[in-house]
């Protein structure tokens, strides 16, 4: 009975054993995958970080230049509003008066019109 029951335990440490194996066997398998994984995304990111360097610079270069672009926009505003605010001075002032010359001109020549046409009637 001694013999048997240290044959089952042989046999069960035998399984035992055997299952190990296969486990450490897949294991090996998956650790081989993941390092070839990895080993991928390594050679493709070290271009990508050298592309991305030269495309912030080409960008830095485009901000630049868009910033002289805006700068020069706002230098033609200001002037354009300048200009404005000169004919404003110049061209509207000089209207709002001569309008109010107008008014008065032709408010004074019906007053004159009117005592004139009075008189008229009156002298008839």
Excluded: C, H
Excluded at 75 to 82: M, P
Excluded at 91 to 99: C, H, Y
């Amino acid at each position: 009975m001694k013999d048997v029951a240290i044959l089952i335990v042989a046999g069960a440490w035998a399984l035992l054993v055997v299952f190990l194996a296969v486990v450490l066997i897949q294991l090996a398998r998956l650790l081989g995958s993941v390092k070839q994984m990895v080993d991928g995304v390594s050679s493709e990111t070290v271009p990508l970080i050298g592309n991305l360097g030269m495309t912030v610079s080409t960008v830095n270069a485009e901000l630049e230049r868009a910033d002289a672009i805006v700068s020069s926009v706002q230098n033609v505003a200001q002037n354009a509003s300048d200009l404005s605010s000169v004919f404003r001075a110049t061209v509207a002032g000089p209207l709002v008066k001569m309008a109010a010359f107008g008014y008065g001109l032709r408010r004074g020549a019906k007053k004159v019109a009117g005592r004139a046409g009075r008189k008229g009637k009156q002298g008839k």
